[in-house]
């Protein structure tokens, strides 16, 4: 089946630690998106990529960091810099700029202990 | 610069029911719009999106929203609510200076008495 993997489900991590959650997708997509979600709360754009080797900040970029080496595959690692990482995290890619909708993996949730 | 207001945060209707969920948008171009919506702990599905032809838009499980260009306007409704409707539903618009953006809504939770 076509669509979005993300990977792990659920994670647990201590405080000051490094963590990557896992995005990869079959739909030959161009554009890939990171999102976070917080209880009771939309969503807020942390990274995207446009095209292999090209991504921008976005609305809270501030302690993360994602690499775009491959098409397919658009990993987000959660720094020991990111105060508050406790939250759901959604991967998405995107077809045609504009019209084009997402699709969405089916999230991870990051707990810090 | 866009933005999209979604005027409730909770909706409850009773189940046979009308859903009405609300969104309003602003955009100095020619918008795209979508409605998405999210069980609880999963990823967000597509409902319907607008992208400049008919103004009335049919999505799936029954859903519909008309874009209104003089009211800025894309309201979602469905005439009649099933239990399995209770999630939460998100208004997104998309287009303009940065066109792999998109400008998300807070979001409208459902919730569907029996």
């Known amino acids: 089946d076509g669509g979005i993997t993300q990977s792990p489900k659920y994670l647990f991590r201590k405080e000051g630690q490094n963590v990557t959650l896992s995005c990869e997708q079959n739909?030959?997509?161009?554009?890939m998106y990171w999102y976070r979600q917080d209880p009771g709360q939309g969503l807020r754009l942390i990274y995207y990529s446009q095209i292999v080797n090209d991504f921008q900040k976005g609305d809270i970029a501030e302690g993360y960091s994602v690499s775009r080496e491959k098409k397919e595959s658009f990993p987000l690692t959660v720094t020991s810099a990111q105060k508050n990482p406790t939250a759901f995290y959604l991967c998405a890619a995107r077809g045609r700029m504009n019209t084009g909708e997402l699709f969405f993996g089916e999230g991870s949730r990051l707990t810090v202990l | 610069a866009q933005s999209v207001t979604q005027l409730d945060s909770h909706v409850s209707v009773s189940e046979g029911t009308p859903v009405l969920l609300r969104c309003n948008y602003s955009?100095?171009?020619?918008?795209?719009l979508f409605w998405y919506v999210q069980h609880p702990n999963k990823g967000l599905q597509l409902l319907l999106k607008y992208t400049s032809a008919a103004t009335l838009v049919k999505g799936i499980n029954g859903f519909e929203a008309e874009f209104k260009k003089s009211e800025t306007s894309f309201h979602l409704t469905k005439p009649s609510a099933h239990m399995s409707d209770a999630a939460e539903y998100f208004c997104?618009?998309?287009?303009?200076?940065?066109?792999?953006?998109?400008?998300w809504g807070a979001g409208t939770k459902l919730i569907i008495k029996p």
């Open positions: 739909l030959n997509h161009d554009a």
């Open positions: 955009s100095s171009y020619s918008p795209s």
């Open positions: 997104v618009v998309s287009g303009g200076d940065s066109n792999y953006q998109l400008i």
